[in-house]
């Protein structure tokens, strides 16, 4: 589970997690150890991410093995929740003056400094060697935010190409933030960045997960059925210019892209009908504007989900993980829902072994339940049947196939502990919620720092994707000026 | 307890949330930098030190990126950088995802990989040697239209070789080469030497490629 | 001093905490086995889009079924039992794929004569419908050991001193998705290889080269760019970053042993030509090559076959352990032909899936591409001999025939061409001396073109038994030498040869 990921968790998890059994993370773990090291910096949400005691849970890193060995040695585990509460507190004091990853600092050393006690390489900064000396750097300054430095990397990072002696000269005569800045946005422009196949683009790509062989409209493949470059337009609109990011969630428009020397994108207003008249059936898009909900409804999106499928997790769980952060499969962004899951398709999904995830998944499906993907139920598609689209009346095709209950799936579901009556309002509280600026601040921060934000460095992602939310109004690139200007990106 | 970068980070950040817009944000950040530039070199070498960092995160700049660099660096176009079998472009198309390319239509690559591969540095040689000896060739025949090694041709003394080397790091890595890194190559045009005719051409393509494989050209 | 291959690199990068940051993790659970060679090998072909087992070896004739109409059976006629075995087969011609007007003719009951001593299909029920993540459970048993794939943990156990353990020939489906377990070595992931045509030429930093440099000269320009990043401030300033050490790293020791092998001319597929002319530069090719090129001779055309003598070659020459292959989704045609000219079509548009379109013809299709490049690689490996001891490569392999689930199972009534939606139902089939061959464990209810499953232990037959996914997985990485126990996965004796 990565840093930006935990918010949600926190200690709403239910005890029928731990229903997996024993090899499982003990996520209430998470905020009891901040509940002994309140001040560390990993503990800036209130609670520590999996990663302080595991590689992937259930596998436990050297500081979480160490951990378990005086975690009640000796008792029968799985271990009760209320027994590892309890005896969490002393067994983390046990190991403070160890060196779990032997890189010559205690654990507690780390935790205070914010480097990760089960990572060697990962070390308390080197305060003394800054503060010891008259340190003055001799080109890369790694104790304070280094102009030149920075410079440098967002030629490479947001123009594609590092810049030249000469410009290294001129900007290291008069190395200003105010120039960074107007460097930054002369890149922003840059095709690098915003073009077709450019930065922006890319990193659509694993959220539309595109098929070069079923793809419609430019460039079609063999089996065309829908065109994913509705998609990616609309990707690099939402995070370019002064656009409004949630609008990737709640828009009701599409974009197009003008290729040129400098490419640009539009938005366009078509209902499906006019759309087919315009593109033709292959590309159009089906759903009509009152029912649109960004890319989450984009004919792709649906087409490339929703298969065959009454109830579409598969497509709620993409939604989840491609904007919000929350990988399911990992058991991130678990919230029980009480009474859920109720199966209504007859998938066995209220085994315990199964709730844990359905518990979360199955309430945040309802809401896609009514978008037709790619057909799916009792065979006749009906008179009214016309693929992706919105159509109320979808659940009725799958009793055939999931069993009477499906048809009694409701529209409406829940959302990070918030009821939606349909998925308009699931994507309204998504893309108002602190995990979707996380999400799309954190792909920004693991696209230009190569990483996750180490535990030392939560103080200024918070930062930055707070102002994201509050100051920029969820604008990208003012969001990017404040990203350039952290410790984490400004210092060697 | 918060270590000196925190702090810094901190005190930059309040110094940032207290303006309104990116245009009135401090330069004051950037003194070190200033100073650094007005000293002179003996004041330099007596005062300024590198510190290791403690962070040491680089990244790789990728095939693309870092191809246009030599490119540019070189003054040779594009398409003249390396091509197998003369035909297929090697960082564009060869070598592109063991270079960090995507390609999510086809092959369903969505993001770079996430360790490079064995095959990466292999790559990354065969580019730079293909580009380096065909800069040094075109330099080594045509001296008037030389780019890189002007003074290839005329039996380089100890200043022309540095000359050379300097113009190598100003193209290839945008900064001046430390008397350290020229001392390096001054040295090299002896190594090479059982080269017979060839050594002033062997001495510039190696030369470039030492530099322009260097994990200094590649990551950032 | 100690050398410093891979392995002990690995240790050492360990020990230094770079193989957190790098995702290279720790070493193997276990220790290995003093002086025993228990290498196996692993061959992934990744059935992409679903390939229906009720469509192959466990296929229905119309004459066993209460519902024959509307269920995915076949004519009697069609359907052959091959004496001796478990298995049937289909063989048909067909006149078109799907709307395709393109005839061939199928035939699967070769390949099950030949192989069906060393073939073993068992039942399965999966989890999920969407193609991507079943993929992605075909080799993860549904996440069963922390999300590590076959292949990875192949490489885990076997792979330190291979070059490149675990070889990935295609790429984009869940086959060769990268496993979530971050604490594995390095080079037990997944090493991308777009283009088996090409890719080679990475395997030499001169070879090849319009302007090759002999090696010796070479080694002076890289001792000098060592002098110079000492000197570099960039290096000693990021120098610890574990990045550029494993950077430095693969440019010394592994590229040295690859280059000192001479890989690069070994695994080259294609001979001396104008498009690709060798001779003019240095280049030789191998006789291996030319043998996998006999065996496979579409493989200048057909991506699958060039990937299926690529493969070859990386096991053939210990550069890999685990080869993963499988058709793309695009539509591959013959040299020159267009679609509808006889013999032109070799690979159908998104594989299997197009069974959305034309279930029985696509089936048909697949299936006798995928039994032609198991057969091809089986027959290759079998002559490659083993060691001192007799043993061809083969004895020691494992030829897994992954896919994503299974088809719908019915059809309008009588239909001999009909579209099939996705199912959760199916089988999987693997062919190894090291499996539990000539078997069918579980079984197929001709009624409802539903499957049971089977006791893991004894693999008798049981009705009221679905096989999970986690379960199949353990049975395969238990016949592959691999102890499971660390995961908590049980005991399936029914999978391995007694």
């Known amino acids: 589970m990565s840093i930006r990921n935990t918010l949600r968790l926190a200690s709403v998890m239910a005890a029928s997690l731990f229903s997996i059994g024993q090899a499982q993370a003990k996520p209430p773990a998470q905020t009891a150890f901040c509940v002994t090291y309140p001040d560390a910096p990993a503990c800036t949400p209130g609670f520590v991410d999996c990663s302080t005691c595991h590689t992937v849970a259930p596998a436990r890193n050297v500081y979480g093995a160490q951990l378990e060995v005086m975690m009640l040695p000796g008792d029968a585990r799985p271990l009760s929740d209320q027994d590892f509460l309890t005896a969490l507190p002393e067994a983390l004091r046990a190991i403070e003056n ?3 990853d032997g890189d010559g600092y205690s654990n507690l050393e780390e935790f205070v400094a914010g480097s990760n006690a089960s990572v060697a390489s990962d070390t308390p900064a080197g305060e003394n060697a800054c503060n010891a000396i008259d340190y003055r750097p001799s080109g890369l300054d790694v104790c304070a935010f280094d102009p030149v430095y920075v410079f440098k990397k967002i030629k490479i990072d947001f123009c594609g190409e590092a810049p030249s002696y000469a410009q290294m000269k001129e900007f290291g005569a008069n190395p200003t933030t105010d120039l960074l800045h107007t460097t930054l946005d002369e890149c922003l422009k840059s095709e690098y960045w915003i073009a077709k196949d450019g930065v922006l683009w890319n990193m659509a790509s694993s959220k539309i997960r595109p098929i070069q062989a079923i793809k419609a409209g430019d460039g079609a493949g063999p089996i065309p059925l829908a065109d994913y470059d509705d ?7 939402a995070t370019s210019g002064q656009h409004d990011a949630r609008e990737l969630l709640t828009g009701d428009y599409f974009v197009e892209r003008n290729d040129g020397e400098t490419t640009t994108y539009t938005q366009w207003q078509r209902n499906p009908i006019q759309d087919v008249n315009e593109r033709g059936y292959n590309s159009a898009q089906g759903v009509v504007k009152p029912r649109r909900a960004g890319m989450l409804t984009h004919r792709w999106f649906l087409m490339s989900n929703t298969m065959f499928t009454g109830i579409p997790r598969t497509t709620a769980a993409q939604a989840y993980r491609a904007y919000l952060g929350f990988d399911i499969s990992k058991l991130e962004g678990l919230d029980d829902v009480s009474g859920e899951p109720k199966d209504y398709d007859n998938k066995g999904v209220t085994r315990a072994e199964c709730a844990v995830c359905h518990a979360t998944l199955d309430p945040l499906t309802y809401p896609f339940s009514r978008y037709e993907g790619i057909g799916g139920g009792d065979g006749d598609l009906g008179e009214n049947y016309i693929p992706f689209s919105y159509n109320p009346s979808r659940m009725a095709r799958f009793t055939g196939v999931d069993g009477a209950y499906v048809a009694e799936t409701p529209e409406a579901g829940i959302l990070l502990g918030q009821p939606v009556a349909n998925l308009k309002e699931w994507a309204q509280v998504a893309s108002a919620s602190d995990p979707f600026a996380q999400s799309l601040v954190g792909d920004f921060w693991k696209l230009l720092l190569g990483e996750d934000p180490r535990p030392a460095e939560l103080q200024q992602f918070e930062y930055v994707w707070r102002r994201f939310m509050d100051e920029h109004e969820y604008r990208v690139e003012p969001m990017l000026h404040d990203l350039v200007m952290t410790e984490a990106y400004g210092v060697p | 307890m918060f270590h000196k970068h925190t702090i810094i980070l901190l005190a930059l950040l309040m110094a940032c949330a207290a303006c309104d817009d990116k245009a009135t944000s401090t330069s004051n950040n950037t003194t070190n930098q200033n100073d650094a530039g007005t000293q002179d070199m003996a004041d330099r070498d007596a005062v300024l030190q590198v510190l290791p960092s403690t962070k040491s995160r680089v990244r790789f700049k990728g095939g693309v990126r870092w191809t246009n660099q030599l490119a540019r660096g070189l003054g040779l176009d594009r398409a003249q950088i390396c091509k197998e079998f003369g035909e297929y472009d090697c960082a564009a198309d060869v070598h592109f995802i063991a270079l960090g390319g995507v390609e999510p239509y086809n092959l369903r690559i969505n993001e770079p990989l996430p360790i490079a591969p064995l095959t990466a540095p292999i790559a990354v040689d065969r580019i730079a040697l293909s580009a380096c000896t065909t800069r040094a060739d075109l330099d080594a025949a045509t001296p008037a239209d030389a780019v890189l090694f002007k003074e290839l ?18 193209e290839l890595l945008s900064r001046d080469a430390e008397p350290g890194e020229l001392d390096e190559l001054e040295a090299f045009w002896n190594d090479v030497q059982d080269a017979g005719a060839a050594a002033p051409a062997e001495w510039a393509a190696f030369s470039c490629y030492a530099v322009a494989t260097s994990t200094e050209m590649l990551f950032y | 001093m100690t050398k410093l291959d891979r392995r002990n690199f690995l240790r050492g990068a360990g020990a230094l905490g770079a193989a957190g940051a790098m ?47 509307t269920l995915n059976t076949f004519p009697d006629a069609l359907v052959q039992s091959i004496d001796g075995t478990p298995f049937r087969a289909v063989d048909l011609d067909r006149a078109s794929l799907g709307a395709i007007p393109f005839s061939f003719r199928s035939v699967q009951s070769d390949f099950v004569r030949k192989h069906a001593s060393e073939m073993m299909v068992v039942t399965t029920e999966r989890t999920s419908v969407n193609h991507a993540i079943a993929q992605r459970r075909s080799v993860t048993g549904n996440e069963a050991w922390a999300g590590r794939t076959l292949q990875e943990l192949v490489a885990n156990e076997y792979g330190a001193d291979f070059a490149i353990p675990n070889a990935h020939l295609s790429s984009g489906a869940g086959f060769t998705d990268r496993g979530t377990d971050a604490t594995l070595p390095g080079y037990a992931y997944g090493e991308p290889i777009a283009d088996p045509l090409l890719w080679p030429l990475a395997l030499d930093s001169s070879k090849g080269l319009a302007r090759p440099i002999d090696g010796g000269r070479l080694a002076k320009a890289r001792a000098l760019r060592g002098r110079l990043e000492d000197k570099s401030q960039f290096n000693r300033v990021l120098g610890e970053s574990d990045k550029l050490k494993f950077w430095q790293h693969l440019r010394q020791g592994p590229r040295e042993a690859v280059e000192a092998r001479d890989l690069i001319n070994k695994l080259l597929l294609m001979p001396e030509s104008a498009k690709f002319p ?5 280049l030789t090719g191998s006789d291996a090559a030319q043998k996998a090129r006999e065996r496979f001779p579409l493989w200048a055309e057909d991506p699958l076959e060039a990937q299926a003598c690529l493969a070859f070659l990386l096991l053939r020459y210990r550069v890999s352990c685990a080869v993963t292959l499988g058709p793309s989704f695009s539509v591959e045609l013959r040299d020159g032909m267009s679609i ?8 159908p548009p998104i594989a299997f899936d197009f069974s959305h379109q034309g279930h029985r013809s696509v089936q048909a299709l697949m299936w006798q591409r995928m039994y032609r ?7 290759l490996l079998k002559t490659e001999e083993y060691g001192t001891s007799g043993e061809s490569l083969w004895d020691r392999s494992m030829l897994y025939v992954a896919t994503d689930f299974g088809r719908t199972k019915i059809r309008p009534a009588n239909s001999d061409e009909f579209s099939s939606g996705h199912h959760l139902d199916n089988g999987m089939m693997m062919i190894s001396p090291l499996v539990n061959g000539n078997k069918i464990l579980g079984g197929v209810d001709p009624n409802t073109g539903l499957t049971y499953g089977f006791n893991p232990s004894t693999g008798a037959p049981d009705v009221g038994r679905k096989m999970e996914e986690s379960e199949l997985f353990a049975g395969q990485l238990q016949a592959l030498g691999i102890d499971t126990s660390p995961a908590g996965l049980g005991d399936v004796p029914a999978m391995r040869k007694a």
């Not at chain 1, 998609?231 to 609109?237: A, G, I, P, Q, R």
């Not at chain 3, 060798?278 to 240095?282: K, N």
């Not at chain 3, 490049?373 to 027959?379: E, P, R, Y």
């Open chain 3, 373 to 379: 490049v198991a057969d091809g690689l089986i027959d």
């Open chain 1, 98 to 100: 160890d060196d779990a």
């Open chain 3, 340 to 347: 509808g000219d006889e013999g032109s079509l070799l690979n």
């Open chain 1, 231 to 237: 998609d990616y337009n609309y990707f690099v609109y």
């Open chain 2, 153 to 170: 041709a005329s039996a380089p003394d100890s200043a022309a070789m540095r000359a050379m080397g300097a113009r190598l790091y100003q």
């Open chain 3, 23 to 69: 995702g290279l993790g720790s070493l193997p659970f276990r220790a290995e086995a003093a002086d025993e060679d228990r290498t196996r090998f692993l061959i992934v072909i990744g059935a992409t889009g679903g390939a229906s087992i009720i469509d192959s070896v466990m296929a229905i004739r119309a004459s066993e079924s209460a519902n024959a109409a």
């Open chain 3, 278 to 282: 060798l001779g003019q530069y240095g």
